[in-house]
């Protein structure tokens, strides 16, 4: 692959069981095709609403230079990793501009397929952050296409997308 964007996993995070509270920090996560990430309790193995096929919700990623620039434009020294919601902080690669394709994260192999949608908890970090992260500054949505462990500093490399997605 030439011209390849390559990446790394910053930070992993796991939501907790209870609605709105902080995410955990892990050294490590368990991916699990077409399912999620093993013990995550907010998408893992869930259910379309429509027909009941796997939920495409299965993994939540955002670029930790991207959430660095909001800091900034909201006079903040920092966000902690993990206070945005996402399940993997990245650096070193532009997401948004990878839905659509396949990225090799780790052991496991995920599908971009969209950019997340801003909640109002966004908000309770610091007003008006929420706003900074609409149109497309708020991270991706992914599916787990192979399964596999994915560590904090494993790398991330784009791939071939396969003709029939």
Known sequence: ??????????????????????????DMVELVEAKGILGEPRYFGRSSRDMGKPSKRQVSLIEQEQIA???????????????VRSNIETSGIQLVAL???????????????????????MDAICQGLRELMLNDRQGVMAQVVRGGKVRVGDSIVVRQISPNR
């Open 99 to 121: 839905v659509g394709q396949e990225i090799e994260i780790g052991e496991a192999v995920l599908f971009l397929y969209s950019p997340r949608d801003p909640c109002s908890k």
């Open 1 to 26: 692959m030439k011209n390849s964007q390559r990446g790394k996993v910053a930070s992993l995070h796991l939501h907790p069981a209870t609605p709105g509270a902080p995410l955990q920090n892990v």
């Open 69 to 83: 620039k909001h800091a900034h434009a909201l006079g903040l020294p920092g966000i902690v990793p993990g206070a």
